[in-house]
């Protein structure tokens, strides 16, 4: 075959430092474009981008050259500094040192948009660290509870 062609969708999941509320309703929706636009600089399509006051869930098309490891870090580390120049009061901002990155396939992708559009309603009556264990096992990812909110 004289051509490789791929197409590689991720799911990602991300909390503020300490799980701090720190994205109020008020920018949020300034935040999640922040990060679609580091995502575009990086060649990586933000398919939708959202969450509540203390993380972010991502759908995300990847190429694949770019390791799944660094598509996560680009968006992190440039909007985590993005964040702390663009918003006032905000200068301490910082995504926790870890994440959850899950693929997904192209069937599946109208249902995580809506899962990542429903964020404010799900976490009504589930808490993020529930919803983060809930991930990790329905994905059959191996952890230890111990290091998961460290």
């Avoid at 981008?49 to 770019?66: A, R």
Wanted: aromatic letters at 12%; a negative charge; zero cysteines.
């Amino acid at each position: 075959m004289a051509n490789t062609y791929s197409q590689i969708y991720f799911h990602i999941v991300f909390s503020t430092k300490n799980r701090a509320d720190l994205i109020h309703p008020d920018i949020e929706e300034r935040v999640w474009a922040y990060m679609a636009g580091v995502a575009k600089h990086h060649g990586i399509t933000p398919i939708h981008i959202g969450g509540i006051e203390n993380h972010v869930h991502g759908l995300i098309g990847s190429p694949t050259p770019l390791a799944p490891s660094l598509a996560v870090k680009h968006i992190k580390g440039d909007s985590s500094y993005g964040i702390r120049r663009e918003f006032a009061a905000m200068e301490d901002f910082g995504w926790q040192d870890g994440y959850g990155i899950f693929s997904v396939s192209k069937s599946a992708i109208p249902s995580v948009v809506e899962y990542i559009r429903n964020q404010r309603k799900h976490h009504e009556r589930q808490s993020f660290e529930d919803e983060y264990i809930e991930l990790l096992k329905l994905h059959g990812v191996d952890y230890d509870e111990k290091y998961l909110f460290d």
